[in-house]
């Protein structure tokens, strides 16, 4: 039996692509599960989708339904923006009411990561307000336990809600080992629930 965890982000300056390839290293410690990364374009001035062939080549390639209908997990990340997920994946989702009536995403395991410039920009908002559209689609929310050690150890990123990371003024400022520690923890969860419940 294999598993397609979705790991479906946004990233402008490159930080929440980071924390989504690290999610993804958590999700192939799972045997038989494999994650499938998706990105979503830029929301254009006149409100519409970028096209299906401009996605920078250091993304993912563009989401599309399909993916969703064919996942057995979603895990979900944005930068905060303004204590919000960024308007594209918000975008992005305001035009699955399809998928939300067809109940596809009914009872599959789900999880959110953010990233900010500062420690007290927003991210746990952000985590909250990112699992509501994942709630309406019947999706089971999962957080990452104290039971992983680094949640109480770190000193920059990462919340019982889901991973997170911390920039500070360097937009392209690494993530550290705890932060890496609690996305691949986050990973691996979902892999893991994913297995069990399909």
């Known amino acids: 039996m294999s598993c397609k965890i979705v790991i479906l982000y946004?990233?402008?300056?490159?930080n929440t692509r980071?924390?989504?390839?690290?999610?993804?290293?958590?999700?192939?410690?799972?045997?038989?599960?494999?994650?499938?990364?998706?990105?979503?374009?830029?929301?254009?001035?006149?409100?519409?989708?970028?096209?299906?062939?401009?996605?920078?080549?250091?993304?993912?390639?563009f989401i599309t339904k399909?993916?969703?209908?064919?996942?057995?997990a979603l895990i979900v990340g944005s930068p905060t923006?303004?204590?919000?997920?960024?308007a594209p994946l918000k975008h992005f989702f305001d035009t699955t009411s399809d998928i939300w009536l067809s109940g596809d995403l009914r009872d599959k395991p789900a999880?959110?990561?953010?990233?900010?410039?500062?420690?007290?920009?927003?991210?746990e908002s952000t985590l909250l307000t990112m699992m509501?559209?994942?709630?309406?689609?019947g999706l089971v929310m999962v957080g990452?336990?104290?039971?992983?050690?680094?949640?109480?150890h770190t000193s920059s990123g990462g919340t019982p809600y889901g991973a997170s990371h911390v920039s500070g003024?360097?937009?392209?400022?690494?993530?550290?080992?705890?932060?890496?520690?609690?996305?691949s923890a986050l990973g691996k969860r979902i892999a893991t629930l994913a297995l069990k419940l399909k």
Not at 132 to 137: F, I
Not at 169 to 183: F, R, V
């Open 144 to 152: 990452i336990p104290y039971s992983e050690p680094a949640l109480s």
């Open 132 to 137: 509501l559209p994942l709630l309406h689609h």
């Open 111 to 123: 999880a959110v990561f953010t990233s900010t410039s500062t420690m007290h920009g927003g991210q």
């Open 66 to 72: 399909d993916d969703l209908r064919h996942a057995d």
């Open 81 to 86: 923006r303004f204590g919000n997920m960024a």
């Open 18 to 61: 980071r924390m989504a390839n690290q999610i993804a290293r958590g999700v192939t410690t799972v045997d038989g599960c494999e994650p499938v990364l998706r990105t979503v374009p830029e929301v254009t001035v006149v409100g519409g989708w970028g096209s299906p062939d401009s996605a920078p080549k250091t993304q993912a390639p």
């Open 169 to 183: 003024t360097d937009a392209k400022a690494p993530l550290s080992q705890d932060e890496k520690t609690l996305c």
């Open 10 to 14: 946004y990233s402008r300056d490159g």
